[in-house]
């Protein structure tokens, strides 16, 4: 991904319609509601208003499909580039692809330098449209130009959700999709309640045939799933730890109609309800602390987690409490990961000083998991 230094970000939700109907989308509140270019204005000019300690701006045009309200997302680049070119900006935004054809491709092509797709696709085109409908029930995988993203961005990023639909085909998917050239971040279906029974052996099988691909092609990068770096086991885990990597970033977050959130998974849009939002919209990122009531507080795997509060408070009502199940899974995931890397020490080139941390770090997880035990 493309990565500006010291940034200050914002994110701007500029529709909350979609175009699909994605069988586990956690975006409860799809009500139709465009931002105005007036309100986005307003919320550019604040950003912009204190750059005192930053180097450069993201801008997140978030959904909904963000390409619905392309006007606006036209306007909105027009604005910055006319009132802030000074300072370096990247525009981010996570799109399933269907609408990017056209007149949208050639006006990202003119701004590839400052924009960054991330494409939402889980795998080959049965595997995609089991989850990923259109509004009226066709599957949305033949309406993505998928060459573009690929020849547009080098390593496109691309989200892929696994659930109990498509568990059984995880590996297959992911290999597709790193076969066609994306950096694939993959992350398991949170709203839901995982049939463990069925769920656990599929995965076992599935990370098996990751372990054995990764292993075969030591120079393919990871999927997210399985990415780790292991030596994060021995830092400190305390009320200063973040689940989220950018949490720091002073993210601020407005709906389409304006109202801040300290992130997207605290919107009204998410959340389902202005009561529950209003909770919130007078916290910081900075706010969300890990605190002894979290039950994962004492777990030195916490750093490897593919979790954030707002997924914790989704879960289980509780921002504080990881779901179980995803508890499982991460493991399950880890030890892949770690087996992964130990392969790869033997066929890569690494320092030797490397070779001896990564083997500590991978001896004391496999150690911690073995304590751990199956958890079930």
């Not at 981010?92 to 056209?102: M, Q």
């Not at 694939?184 to 279906?189: K, S």
């Not at 039950?295 to 009502?317: D, E, P, Q, S, V």
């Amino acid at each position: 991904m493309k990565w500006l230094a010291n940034h200050k970000k914002i994110m701007l939700i500029i529709t909350e319609s979609c175009n699909l109907r994605c069988k586990y989308c956690y975006e409860k509140n799809k009500n139709g509601k465009s931002m105005s270019f007036e309100t986005a204005k307003r919320i550019i000019d604040h950003a912009y208003l204190d750059m005192s300690g930053y180097e450069s701006m993201v801008i997140e045009l978030h959904g909904g499909e963000p390409f619905i309200n392309f006007p606006l997302m036209k306007k909105i680049d027009d604005y910055v580039i006319e009132n802030y070119n000074h300072i370096p900006v990247l525009f981010r935004a996570i799109t399933n692809g269907t609408l990017v054809h056209g007149e949208i491709q050639d006006w990202l092509k003119d701004r590839v330098d400052r924009y960054e797709l991330m494409l939402s696709i889980d795998g080959k085109q049965d595997q995609n449209d089991e989850n990923r409908k259109l509004i009226n029930g066709e599957g949305s995988f033949k309406k993505i130009d998928i060459e573009f993203f690929k020849q547009t961005w080098k390593h496109c990023p691309v989200s892929m959700t696994i659930n109990e639909k498509t568990i059984a085909h995880l590996a297959e998917g992911t290999i597709w999709l790193q076969e066609q050239g994306f950096d694939v971040c993959n992350a398991f279906e949170w709203a839901t309640d995982w049939n463990l029974k069925k769920s656990i052996p599929l995965l076992d099988r599935e990370l098996d045939k990751l372990i054995e691909y990764y292993s075969e092609q030591p120079q393919e990068r990871v999927c997210l799933l399985l990415r780790y770096h292991l030596q994060d086991f021995f830092l400190p885990v305390d009320g200063s730890f973040r689940y989220c990597l950018e949490i720091d970033d002073p993210l601020e977050c407005y709906d389409a109609s304006g109202k801040y959130a300290p992130c997207h998974g605290f919107t009204e849009f998410t959340m389902g309800s202005e009561a529950k939002a209003a909770e919130y919209k007078k916290m910081k990122t900075s706010d969300f602390v890990f605190t002894e009531e979290n039950i994962c507080y004492r777990c030195k795997l916490i750093r490897f987690c593919r979790i954030c509060f707002a997924a914790n408070h989704m879960l289980t009502g509780n921002m504080q409490k990881q779901s179980p199940e995803i508890c499982i899974f991460n493991r399950m995931c880890l030890k892949a990961g770690v087996q992964i890397q130990m392969n790869r020490s033997k066929l890569l080139d690494y320092d030797s000083a490397y070779i001896m941390q990564l083997n500590e770090a991978a001896h004391a997880i496999d150690k911690y998991l073995e304590e751990m035990g199956d958890g079930e």
